[in-house]
Structure formats: structure tokens, C-alpha cells
């Protein structure tokens, strides 16, 4: 069989960098929403604590402040589930990779001087 | 104008939609010869093969039941009644060894039963050529399905690999693809 190690693990390896890349992206948004939702927890606190001097004052911006973490916990969630599905597929992207890059390496064939085994695991991220 | 480039559009989803219809039919071919395999690989030998190996175990057995026996009370009695010392464990290998034939022509009787039964046999032989066919037939599949990625890939249409795909159709030359 002829090969095109070279080529075909460059290719490979671009496919793996687009998928961490998006997987970070996707780790980075994350954590964003996770800060928006405690900063909206942080002000729903304080309000109810005004609450207690001035609750007719407070009580609109405390159901705004409601919906708010509401719509981020809902997000929160789909996101989640779309996090799940890229880091899937990073790991499938680095299982070829890797498994193509090793099949290379015992056979003699040419690799790309930059080829590098198991760079495709991302840290991992407490939601 | 808008009528043209919505039929064309159309187009494009359904190519796509058959591109990727093959490809799903590719895997799960893929997955029926793996079962293949798994089944070739798990035919018992023939049954002159496992009567063989039973015949020969009991042999090894016989020979262990009889080796273990002390014989030195027998030859050096010393003055004392000579004894064999036999424990409970060494009644029950010499009776086991002394008996070995009728053993034998039990467990080969269960053998016959299981063979009928059972799957058809394979020499060792005949079980490597099967094998190494279906494994050409599962080489194909794989690189069917890195064509078919390779293509939906140029068509710009972006569709994961396996993890588990095999290395050899993933560097495969494009030249490999079109035979």
C-alpha cells in the first residue's frame, strides 16, 4: 500500500488543532457563563437583602434579576450539552491522530518534524 | 433567480445527506464483517484436534498421579511394614490414572455431543485463510470510508473519523483511495 504519511498526518493534525481550539472555546464560554450566573446570585442576594428596608422598591429588580439567572442556567445547559459533543469529537480527532502518528513512527515512514503524540488532551475543566 | 439557488441549495443538502447515508452504510458493513470475525476467530478446531489434546491432558495428569507417589517405603522399608503413605488426594489420582481410558472415552462422548451441536469447526489452517480475507475485506471497508470522508471533506462538509480507524487507510495515498 502506498502512503502519504507526511501529508495525511499534517491534514490529521489540523483537524485535531481545530477541534482543541473549539473545544477551548467552548471551555472558555463556559466559564464565562458560570461567572455571569454567580455575579446575578451575587446581586439577587444583595437586592433581598434590601429587600428587607425597602421590599416595594426592590421586588421588580429582584424577578428582573430572576429571569436573568434563569436565561444563563438555560444556556448553562445547552451549552453544556454542545461542550460534551466537541470534546467528543476532539477525542476522536486525537485518537486517529495519534494512532495514525504511531502507525507512522513503527513503520519508518515520514512524519512532520512537528508531529507531537497526545497534545489533543485538553485540561480538564470542573464545570 | 432566488427559485434557482433554493434548487440548488436543495441539491447540495441531498448530495450531502446521500454522501453521508453512504458513508453510515460503509461503518455498519464494517461492523458486520467485524462480527464476522469475531465469529471465525471463536470456531473450535476439529474434533480429532480436541480429542487429541483431551487424550494427551489426561495422559500428563496419569503420569503427574503416579510420579507423586513416594515409592521409597516400598524399596527402603527399614524394618517397619512397608507403606505407600497414600493421602486421600493420592488414592484419588491413582484410581483417576488407573482408569484414564474409561475417562477418556467418557469425555470424548461429551466432545461429540458439544461438536454437533455446536459451530463448525475449523482446521488452523483453513482459519487463517478466512481470516486473512475478511481482514482484506475489513482493509476495504476502511478505506471506502476514508474516500468517502476524504470526498465530503473536498465538498467542504466536515465529518469525524473514529478514533479507532485504522491507521493504514488514514495514511493512505489519495492514489489508494481510487483503486
Known sequence: ?127 | MLKSLKTTRGKAAKATAEAEAALEEIRQLRLRLLDQRDDLASRPLPLEHAVEAMEAALERQAEQAVADINMSGLMRPGGREPSLNLDAHDRASLAFAAARKDIAALLRERLEARYESGPEPLSREQKAQKLAALDDEILSAELAEEACIRELEVAGIAFMRRADADPRALLAADAEMAA
Open chain 1, 1 to 127: 500500500m502506498q502512503y502519504d504519511s507526511q501529508g495525511r498526518l499534517g491534514h490529521l493534525a489540523a483537524i485535531k488543532r481545530a477541534k482543541l481550539a473549539a473545544a477551548r472555546e467552548a471551555d472558555d464560554y463556559a466559564q464565562e457563563l458560570r461567572d455571569r450566573l454567580r455575579r446575578e446570585e451575587q446581586r439577587r442576594a444583595q437586592l433581598a437583602d434590601e429587600a428587607v428596608f425597602r421590599p416595594a422598591d426592590v421586588a421588580k429588580q429582584i424577578a428582573a434579576v430572576d429571569e436573568k439567572i434563569a436565561a444563563i442556567r438555560t444556556e448553562k445547559a445547552n451549552h453544556e450539552k454542545e461542550r460534551e459533543r466537541l470534546a467528543a469529537e476532539l477525542q476522536a480527532a486525537g485518537g486517529a491522530y495519534g494512532a495514525a502518528l504511531r502507525f507512522a513512527k513503527e513503520k519508518g515512514l515520514p512524519v512532520p518534524y512537528d508531529a507531537d503524540e497526545g497534545s489533543h488532551q485538553q485540561n480538564s475543566e470542573v464545570a
